[in-house]
Nanobody, 126 residues
Framework: VQLQASGGGLVQAGGSLRLSCAVS????????MAWFRQAPGKVREFVVG????????VYGDSVNGRFTMSGASDENTVYLQMNSLRPEDTAIYYC????????????????????WGQGTLVTVSS
């Protein structure tokens, strides 16, 4: 599977952006999909994920209530809607797919994901 992330850019604090992750091959619903981010000098951090199995969306503590993950089956694309952006949200954002069906608790760990997009840079100015 190939993942193509896009939609990053420069936005002022309080603004919004929508990131896209186009999934090639099988439907994105056959994978556990997630978004991670990595700020300069920091480890890659879980943002949000979805197992598409009725267990709902899992959010990282730093974005809960501000970010929303969704998917469009006709486009085979996963989205990350980011609202109320803060300077601390500045990072490279990566979409990821897992074929190993991690549990909800395992979803936060990068090693559970076998496929990664190339990343898209989000910069939030104060």
């Amino acid at each position: 599977v190939q993942l193509q992330a896009s939609g990053g850019g420069l936005v002022q604090a309080g603004g919004s952006l929508r990131l896209s992750c186009a999934v090639s091959g099988r439907s994105f619903k056959t994978y556990v999909m997630a978004w991670f981010r990595q700020a300069p000098g920091k480890v890659r951090e879980f943002v949000v994920g979805n197992r598409w199995s009725g267990s709902g969306t899992v959010y990282g503590d730093s974005v809960n209530g501000r970010f929303t993950m969704s998917g469009a089956s006709d486009e085979n694309t996963v989205y990350l809607q980011m609202n109320s952006l803060r300077p601390e949200d500045t990072a490279i954002y990566y979409c990821a797919a897992s074929t190993s069906r991690p549990t909800i608790g395992q979803m936060f760990t990068t090693r559970q994901y076998q496929y990664w997009g190339q990343g898209t840079l989000v910069t939030v100015s104060s």
